[in-house]
């Protein structure tokens, strides 16, 4: 799913599937442009993207976030009641060198 934006640009966008062997939805990804953000894009998205897992079947819809995200992601997802289910660390180093 794309919104588009009123210039015709496009201001965020969403996506939702279901893995063949899935009995629950997943969201991924959703962002929204810089400029149209903290204007419910992202959430109108959203709740389509859940509306039309539910319509295709789908009890449960799931997705990952980085938790430290300075976006305000998670509190995007905990607002239309997403709730936390697991942790996770991710760690990396550079052998670049």
Same mark, same amino acid.
């Given at each position: 799913?794309?919104?588009?934006? +009123?210039?015709?640009?496009?201001?965020?966008?969403?996506?939702?599937?279901? +893995?063949?062997?899935?009995?629950?939805?997943?969201?991924?990804?959703?962002? #929204?442009?810089?400029?149209?953000?903290k204007?419910?894009?992202?959430?109108?998205?959203?709740?389509?993207?859940?509306?039309?897992?539910? #319509?295709?079947?789908?009890? #449960?819809?799931?997705?990952?976030?980085?938790a430290?995200?300075? @976006?305000?992601?998670?509190r995007?997802?905990? @607002?239309?009641?997403?709730? #936390?289910?697991?942790?996770?660390?991710?760690?990396?180093?550079?052998?670049?060198?």
């Amino acid at each position: 799913m794309v919104a588009i934006a +009123p210039d015709g640009t496009w201001a965020g966008f969403c996506d939702g599937y279901i +893995p063949k062997d899935g009995n629950q939805g997943w969201i991924n990804p959703v962002g #929204t442009r810089r400029g149209y953000r903290k204007q419910g894009v992202a959430r109108s998205m959203l709740q389509a993207v859940m509306q039309q897992l539910k #319509t295709e079947g789908m009890e #449960t819809a799931m997705l990952y976030v980085d938790a430290e995200n300075p @976006s305000g992601a998670r509190r995007l997802y905990e @607002s239309v009641g997403f709730q #936390t289910t697991h942790t996770q660390i991710a760690y990396v180093k550079d052998i670049a060198e």
